[in-house]
Structure formats: structure tokens, C-alpha cells
């Protein structure tokens, strides 16, 4: 579980462990992902807790071939990822860099060391996080962001097309706007609140759970014959 320690990623390795994954949170929070792994073993689920920067691809490698030695990996999940709301004209160039080395670069070093453990075995299932705005425009100025989850987005389908012949299956989950620090960084409560009204169908933002559920189906059984789909999951927001 890669980006595990908040958001998305937390709810995400809740819900695998509780269904029975032993799951490795990865992740650059220490603090965050230890505290988890606590809460998760408190409650008798298995989990353990690896350090990692994106950034790192060596890093990467270690930390899935480490977990991919203790059991057998059968699912990868990508979630790592970071935003920032800025005009076109006042983005620098180390602020570019740093969002794709992550939202992109970082996703594609995940799924190529999940590929590569997999790929032997002839089995095995990768989610990324795309976005909805990997389909449209952002309301708030987010070039880099958008263009970031277009790739993911375009990535996801390329490699699931790569690898189906070896057995393993790749997709991604598409949030709209949900509920965690990352958009509250960049919007206040109140303003999230009045989004959810005013764009989403159902009338509200979706909560990280919601997200995760979808990417235990997806990573299940269940979806057996899915490769290289990307599950909206937005309240009806690109409808």
C-alpha cells in the first residue's frame, strides 16, 4: 500500500487488512504510518510499516521486493500523491518537478517493481489513483495536478495492456473530490461543503471509504475479468 499512511491510502489499508490482506503500509509519514500499523495491529489485523519516498526508485524496488519475500504479493496498490492550486504563470519549475517525480514517475517506478515480482508468478493485481481530473479540468487552478493524473490515467491502460498476457491485471480508481487533508489543504471545509452542493449530484464530497471499497473490488476476485479500466468514483460529478 504505497502512499498508506493518510486519505485515500489509510482508509484503503483498513479495508485490506480487515478482509484479510497482511498488509505493508509504505509511506514517507513515519509518524502517520506507524501509528496505523498500531492501530491496525491493536485490532489483530496484520500489518507492518516501510518507509518510502516515491522519489527513491531504488527505495521502491527494496521496499516491494522485501514484501514480495515475506509473502508473495498479490496486490499493489499506488496511492501516492501530492497537489498544489496555482496559476500557470506562478508555477516553478521545482514545484513541477516535484508533483510529477511523485504523481507520475513515482506511480510508474511502483507499477514496474510490482510488474517485475509478478510477472514470474503469472498473477497478481495493481490499482493506481487517478482522479477525475484526469478526465476534465480542475475548479481550482491545478494544471500540473491534472496533467499529473492524465498520465496516471493514460499509464494505467498502457500497462494493462503491457502485462494481461502474464496474467496480471492493472486499473485505477478516479475520485472526484474527497474528504481528506490533502483537499482541505487546498480549500477550506466550508468551501469543500459548498462544492459538494453545488457540483456533485448526490449533493456532498465522498469519503475515503468509498474510495477504498473500490479498490478492494478492484484488487478482488470479483473483477476478474477487469484489466485496465479506471473506476470513476465521484458522486456523478462527470456525468
Not at 480487515?18 to 485490532?43: N, P
Not at 496555482?86 to 508555477?91: F, K, P, T
Request: proline residues 3%; contains cysteine; negative net charge.
Amino acid at each position: 500500500m504505497v502512499g498508506g499512511a493518510k486519505g485515500i491510502g489509510r482508509a484503503t489499508a483498513r479495508v485490506l487488512a480487515a478482509r484479510g490482506d497482511a498488509v505493508v503500509v509504505a509511506d514517507s509519514d513515519g509518524a502517520a504510518g506507524t501509528a496505523l500499523v498500531t492501530e491496525l495491529r491493536g485490532e489483530g489485523l496484520a500489518a507492518r510499516f516501510e518507509e518510502l519516498d516515491v522519489t527513491d526508485v531504488e527505495r521502491i524496488r527494496a521496499v516491494v521486493a522485501a514484501a514480495d519475500a515475506e509473502s508473495p504479493l498479490g496486490t499493489v496498490v499506488a496511492s501516492a500523491g501530492v497537489a498544489f492550486a496555482r496559476r500557470i504563470e506562478d508555477v516553478e519549475p521545482a514545484d513541477y518537478d516535484h508533483l510529477m517525480a511523485v504523481n507520475v514517475r513515482g506511480v510508474f517506478f511502483v507499477v514496474q517493481a510490482a510488474v517485475r515480482v509478478m510477472i514470474p508468478r503469472g498473477r497478481g493485481t495493481i490499482v493506481t489513483v487517478c482522479s477525475t481530473s484526469g478526465f476534465t479540468a480542475s475548479t481550482a487552478p491545478m494544471t500540473v495536478y491534472d496533467a499529473s493524473k492524465g498520465a496516471v490515467r493514460l499509464l494505467t491502460q498502457a500497462a494493462a495492456r503491457e502485462v494481461a498476457a502474464s496474467g496480471l491485471r492493472v486499473n485505477a480508481v478516479a475520485p472526484g473530490t474527497v474528504e481528506t487533508d490533502l483537499t482541505l489543504g487546498l480549500s477550506s471545509s466550508e468551501e469543500l461543503a459548498a462544492l459538494g452542493r453545488s457540483r456533485v449530484p448526490i449533493g456532498r464530497l465522498g469519503r475515503p471509504e468509498e474510495i477504498a471499497d473500490a479498490v478492494a473490488f478492484l484488487s478482488s476476485d470479483e473483477s476478474s475479468y477487469v484489466t485496465g479500466h479506471i473506476l470513476v468514483v465521484d458522486g456523478g460529478w462527470l456525468a
